[in-house]
């Protein structure tokens, strides 16, 4: 069975910094394309960032400079590093797999196969 576990959220300051984890389990996703995307009440679904084999990355306008995604294989763990946050970067925030194509138009579409219940993300002015 297929399971994707998000941690990490919380409460942060704006400049401040969090890191999201999502635990992968029950899946060889190595070579496929794992992702992020956020939603705020009232706001459409927003694809943050993409990644595939560790190396090719994707990401949303209003989070790039800010925002690093990265995978552990070893740890089958997908992160999300938050710097610079804002207050609009309030959401909750998801981790999806086998996202097809890879991208983060994709992901904001639904364009995936799996994905966790999410973790809530609170910036403070």
């Known amino acids: 069975q297929v399971q994707l576990v998000e941690s990490g959220g919380g409460s942060a300051q704006a400049g401040g910094s969090l890191r999201l984890s999502c635990k992968v389990s029950g899946y060889g996703y190595y070579s496929t394309c794992l992702g992020w995307f956020r939603q705020a009440p009232g706001k459409a679904r927003e694809g943050v960032a993409a990644?595939?084999?560790?190396?090719?990355?994707n990401y949303a306008d209003s989070v790039k400079g800010r925002f690093t995604i990265s995978q552990d294989n070893a740890k089958n763990t997908l992160y999300l590093q938050m710097n610079s946050l804002r207050p609009e970067d309030t959401a909750m925030y998801y981790c999806?797999?086998?996202?097809?194509?890879?991208?983060?138009?994709?992901?904001?579409?639904?364009?995936?196969?799996?994905r966790g219940r999410g973790t809530q993300v609170a910036v403070s002015s």
């Open positions: 990644i595939r084999n560790s190396v090719n990355t």
């Open positions: 999806a797999a086998d996202v097809v194509p890879c991208a983060v138009d994709a992901i904001a579409a639904s364009d995936y196969k799996y």
